[in-house]
């Protein structure tokens, strides 16, 4: 299990953002699509509970990832992650389906994934919601402050979206 310390914040014209990162010294890991499916629980309400049971498909590449409860701290949230990387989806699909888990979304970007010092830098097109993006720590050692400091060099005001790109969807959907 790993913790994950991250911030996603809303961006406009993601050319600038994406000429930034390059001025800062961004070095380009991946671009990809991914497609992730979300899970309800069959006995307890994930939502209720701050958590989330997510298939992605991304180049071939798929894994499964439970996500625990948020803590937050000035924007920037923190949450302990599980993930294992599986070989057939098919198989992961029938699996979870016996278990009682049931499909409530699927949320689709466009990411592009970049190195900016000890931070992960992913600018992210989803479908439905916009651009956005999100700052993780590489390292803890970052913390928030320096996820704040690359956002400045950025040139992304530091107005932190709390929901989840699952949330956001859902709420649309009301």
Same mark, same amino acid.
Do not use: N
């Given at each position: ?5 991250? @911030?996603?914040?809303?961006? =406009?014209?993601?050319? *600038? /953002? ?6 800062? !010294? !961004? #070095?380009?890991?991946?671009? @990809? /699509? ?9 006995? *307890?309400? %994930? ?15 798929? $894994? ?8 937050? +701290?000035? &924007?920037?949230?923190?949450?302990? $992650?599980?993930? %294992? *990387?599986? #070989? ?15 499909? @409530?979304? %699927? ?10 010092? +000890? ?8 479908? &439905?919601?916009?651009?956005?993006? =999100? ?5 803890? +050692?970052?913390? /928030? #402050?320096?996820?704040? $400091?690359?956002? *400045?060099?950025? &040139?992304?005001?530091?107005?932190? @979206? ?13």
């Amino acid at each position: 299990m790993r913790e994950e310390l991250e @911030v996603k914040l809303r961006v =406009e014209d993601p050319g *600038r /953002v994406s000429e930034a990162i390059s001025k800062i !010294g !961004g #070095q380009l890991i991946a671009s @990809v /699509v991914e497609e992730d499916t979300y899970f309800a629980h069959p006995c *307890r309400d %994930l939502a209720s509970t701050d958590e989330a049971l997510r298939l992605r498909s991304s180049d071939g590449v798929l $894994e499964l990832t439970y996500k625990g409860p948020r803590a937050s +701290a000035e &924007g920037a949230k923190s949450r302990p $992650e599980v993930t %294992l *990387r599986l #070989q057939d989806a098919g198989s992961a699909l029938e699996l979870l389906d016996r278990l009682g888990f049931r499909r @409530v979304a %699927l949320v689709r970007k466009r990411r592009s994934y970049y190195r900016v010092g +000890a931070a992960i830098v992913t600018l992210d097109d989803v479908d &439905g919601l916009g651009t956005f993006v =999100e700052l993780e720590a590489a390292d803890a +050692a970052i913390g /928030v #402050q320096g996820l704040r $400091e690359i956002a *400045r060099e950025l &040139g992304i005001d530091w107005k932190p @979206v709390e929901k989840t790109y699952l949330e956001m969807l859902l709420s649309d959907r009301k």
